[in-house]
């Protein structure tokens, strides 16, 4: 078998998928995606596919490693998102070729299910209870939130009492065994970050995400000293080389790998099985589409330390589309009692709309993440 083609579709709302094609009638799909950067992921895809193109698609590892030191400027966002999708693509064929899941060509499942949580909240959080209330009614058992607006290194009391209040009020509202999620999404500095970390001990978070940005790693020291919230990170870190540090600090609970940014289901696998030697826990980050969830939930099937899953169904950034609109087969991704089933399909464990993604791609995108600016008119992390 080899593979003929590597086609790539910019969808909305903010996607970008690739269809691998092979001699044999097999194909595979993958989400190569930097959100805000699809155009330029789209090219590194067609870049790569020129070393895999006539190569048998089931020699998953060696094109990894070809993919990845091939290049003598290694590693960053653009590239190691698009070898990720191309990786889930390889991953899908092969499953399909075997009439498998990936998961049981990983050594087989460790678990029939994973607790999945419900984004509430955008990007300036409000009415956060009423979105919290609707996601417990729907079945969820947990959510994720960002904590904050934008945050100056020094700034108000007044910013971290209104997010204790937005809290408070999740709270209230889910009860005291439900999860929430608290993402500072890099935009709190350290100064703030711990205050806000300490602030928030009170109402049990699930965790905090992304306390400081990943290229500050070094200040979770200081913030570990400042709490005892599990505190998560790792959605822009993209391959074992970048976790080893944090993971030998141990000021770390809980890694975020990408399974679109960080290498796809090959790379993951085994940052997955670094933490777990480290005792440190797993939640893929997946604010993405279909396939980059029916990606994660592979790892998630193998690996032990996975305990949670981000999904995109009613995030704020699926606006015209959603996570369920490119896919034959919508229950798949059946939500029951906050749990996901791991997809029992061969290969990825979905079947893709093809006729959809072409239609959409017609369309495509631009999206961008806003800029923000402080009150001083400098530019603000969003």
Known sequence: MKITNIETFIVPPRWLFLKIETDEGITGWGEPVVEGRAASVKAAVEELSEYIIGKDPL?????????????????????MSAIAGID???????GKYHNAPVYDLLGGPVRESIRVYSWIGGDRPNDVAEAAKAAKETGFTAVKM?????????????????????IAAVREIGGKDFGIGIDFHGRVHKPMAKILAKELEQFRPMFIEEPVLAENNEA???????????????????????????????????IQPDLSHAGGITEVRKIAAMAEAYDIAMAP???LGPIALAACLQVDAVSHNAFIQEQSLGIHYNKGNDLL??????????????FVKMPKNPGLGIDVNEEYVRKMAEA???????????????????
């Open 364 to 382: 495509g995108h631009n999206w961008k993440n806003p800029v923000w600016r402080h009150a001083d008119g400098s530019v603000a992390e969003w």
């Open 285 to 287: 980050h997946c604010p």
């Open 146 to 166: 960002n904590a904050t607006e934008e945050l100056q290194y020094i700034d108000s009391y007044e910013k971290i009492d209104e997010a204790v209040a937005r």
């Open 88 to 94: 889930q693509a390889l991953w899908d064929i092969k």
């Open 325 to 338: 609109d490119y896919i034959t087969d919508r229950s798949v991704f059946e939500y029951q009692n906050g």
């Open 220 to 254: 979770l020291r200081d913030i570990a000293h400042a709490t005892n919230i599990p505190i998560a990170t790792g959605e822009r870190m993209f391959s074992r080389w970048e976790y080893k540090k944090i993971l030998a600090d141990g000021y770390v609970d809980i």
């Open 59 to 79: 020699k998953i590892e060696d094109h990894w490693q070809v993919l990845y030191r091939a290049g003598f400027y290694r590693g960053g966002a653009i590239t």
